[in-house]
């Protein structure tokens, strides 16, 4: 008899095999599941030759309107800066419009096999940020549209990302193809190389120092250097310097820089304030000690991204017993503009009870390594994330490299987005259905072309709409 308020234990190997809740199933009769031969097996159902085929728009949603449609819930008088931002370029479009792309991939092939995927996986979207002890970390940046959905989705965004940015940067068609490819190429093998490995090996695989290497992306060293060197002084302190001044009495506040950053009325600060007593409650409790060392003195609105603009968006100027700052972004989570889509592709549509936990949990699944500070609150019933502003962040922006970067970009990032996939999804499984040869690299760069080309025709609608005057767009901010 077990006594009341112990544990049964597992069977040991030598009983009857059990479940263990959250562990695989032990094989029965020693057998072993192969992923990688059901991978294998998928590509007789889904060729891989078949991601080359664009998504057929009979009854596609006009771009204008996606976008106008995309703009709803958001600050009104902020939507003409987001309109602005994506007619900009086609590059700049594509960053805004995942949403629009979500309802093109959802009628693509695709294999079935799910991953947690950023939803926005485009070149400008992975970047250099500091981890707990200030050391520079590379990876994807941007979780706001994080869903678990086809692994596709993400490597065809990002391929098509490449076509567009080499294009911007004045790159010829066989490079930007080239990049394409080659993005496909290092997710690949990398998904490969992890496979490969001991499940615990594999999670942590491919550090950052070894990147270049691992993707043969040495004429990248020279941007990485002057990244890294930007974003080592990308500090709170330095935000504060310049985005505060001191006020009588001791502290400092924020100052206006409109349209950029501006004060919020008292009524509006305290509620942001106020709302940080339940985002602690998300943390780590060793994270609480550091915490309790800052007092929090200011609050504004800052206006972000391209695709973000309109949504709201805090910083709270924090400072320690020296006046040092710390800044934490209150940022508004909304629903993934991929949720719609996600039935259409025959993925399950999951129940999300906090977009800013969807964001934050969906980040650390991603990350090797995260923010040690996310965490997620609610301000006057909108959801938020909460991170750190500026915690050394950098980024290379993939319309200014050079022709012959582009490719060593493009396989930098496709390894990055492999190993992010292969935390949440068997590596073995997608390693299976990729294999060895190159067709599904040519397939995905030839659907990347493709779709560049659809997307620079969805940019001229919009640039054509702001300059009938029937979209209202505020440019160059």
Not at 76 to 92: D, K, N, Q, W
Not at 178 to 205: C, F, I, Q, S
Not at 277 to 288: A, K, N, P, V
Not at 321 to 343: C, D, I, N, T, Y
């Amino acid at each position: 008899m077990t006594e009341p308020g112990t544990t049964v234990p597992a069977q040991r190997t030598t009983g009857a095999p059990a479940r263990v809740r959250g562990f695989a199933e032990r094989p029965a009769g020693g057998a072993v599941r192969d992923a990688k031969a059901e991978g294998k097996a998928l590509r007789r159902r889904l060729p891989r030759g078949a991601h080359a085929e664009p998504a057929p728009d009979a009854d596609r949603p006009d771009a204008v309107r996606a976008v106008e449609e995309s703009n709803r819930g958001r600050i009104p008088e902020l939507t003409p800066i987001r309109v602005g931002r994506m007619a900009a370029t086609p590059f700049a479009f594509l960053r805004g419009s995942a949403g629009l792309m979500a309802y093109d991939l959802a009628r693509t092939p695709m294999t079935g096999i799910g991953a947690q995927i950023c939803g926005d996986a485009h070149a400008g979207n992975f970047g250099l940020y500091g981890d707990a002890r200030g050391r520079l970390v590379i990876d994807l940046n941007d979780f706001d549209e994080t869903v678990h959905g086809p692994w596709e989705w993400d490597l065809k965004r990002l391929a098509t990302s490449l076509v567009l940015a080499g294009r911007e940067a004045g790159a010829d068609e066989d490079t930007c193809r080239e990049a394409a490819h080659d993005t496909v190429g290092a997710y690949r093998r990398t998904m490969r190389l992890l496979a490969k490995l001991p499940a615990l090996d594999a999670w942590n695989a491919i550090a950052d120092e070894e990147l270049v290497s691992h993707t043969d992306a040495h004429d990248l060293l020279g941007t990485l250097e002057r990244v890294s060197e930007k974003a080592r002084a990308n500090t709170s302190g330095r935000f504060a310097e310049k985005s505060t001044e001191s006020v009588e009495g001791g502290g400092r506040r924020f100052v206006d820089a409109p349209p950029v950053l501006r004060r919020v009325p008292d009524a509006e600060a305290e509620a942001v304030m106020a709302s940080l007593e339940d985002y602690l409650t998300t943390l780590s409790e060793d994270r609480l000690p550091l915490l309790a060392r800052y007092a929090v003195h200011d609050v504004a609105f800052r206006v972000v991204g391209t695709g973000s603009v309109g949504t709201r968006s805090y910083v709270v100027l924090l400072l320690d017993h020296r006046g040092e700052p710390l800044v934490l972004q209150v940022k508004e989570a909304r629903p993934s503009a991929l949720l719609p889509h996600l039935a259409t592709a025959g993925h399950a549509v999951p129940e999300v009870d906090h977009e800013g936990r969807r964001v934050v949990l969906g980040q650390k699944r991603m990350q090797v390594v995260s923010d040690f500070l996310l965490g997620w609150t609610t301000v006057g019933g909108r959801h938020f994330q909460v991170r750190q502003f500026r915690n050394r962040k950098g980024s290379v922006d993939p319309a200014a490299l050079a022709s012959d970067q582009v490719d060593d970009y493009g396989r930098m990032t496709g390894a990055l987005l492999a190993r992010a996939h292969s935390h949440s999804a068997d590596p073995r499984l997608i390693a299976g259905y990729c294999g060895k040869n190159e067709e599904l690299d040519e397939a995905i760069a030839t659907f990347a072309l493709a779709y560049a080309d659809r997307t620079e025709a969805d940019h001229s609608a919009l640039v054509a709409s702001v300059r009938a005057g029937r979209t209202a767009a505020e440019l160059g901010v």
